[in-house]
């Protein structure tokens, strides 16, 4: 059974940072594409950043240059560090995995974390 468990969201002033952290079980990162996503109340979810198992990275354009996310197999974490926040980053972020692709990203995420809240003020 696979299980992710994020944490580390909390609140900060605008140009603030937090790292969020996602700790996993059930499955080996190397194996994997993991994501970060978010959704803000009233808005579609939306993906933040992605890493596949070749650690090749992407991010969506709100995020580029502020945001990086990263993995540890030794502790079987995986982050995104948040830096320069904005109020517009407010969201609850999740992790997310796939598992069945081999360690490519195909965006066919097929486990999800909790969700940890992100709240930036002014």
């Known amino acids: 059974q696979v299980q992710l468990v994020e944490s580390g969201g909390g609140s900060v002033q605008a140009g603030g940072s937090l790292r969020l952290s996602c700790a996993r079980s059930g499955y080996t990162y190397s194996s994997a594409c993991m994501g970060w996503f978010r959704q803000a109340p009233g808005k579609q979810r939306e993906e933040v950043a992605r890493?596949?198992?070749?650690?090749?990275?992407k991010y969506a354009d709100s995020v580029k240059g502020r945001f990086t996310i990263s993995k540890v197999s030794a502790n079987n974490t995986l982050y995104l560090q948040m830096n320069s926040l904005k109020p517009e980053d407010t969201a609850m972020y999740y992790c997310a995995a796939d598992v069945l692709s081999g360690g490519y990203c195909n965006g066919n995420f097929n486990y999800w974390g909790q969700g940890t809240q992100v709240t930036v003020s002014v």
């Open positions: 890493i596949d198992s070749f650690r090749r990275t």
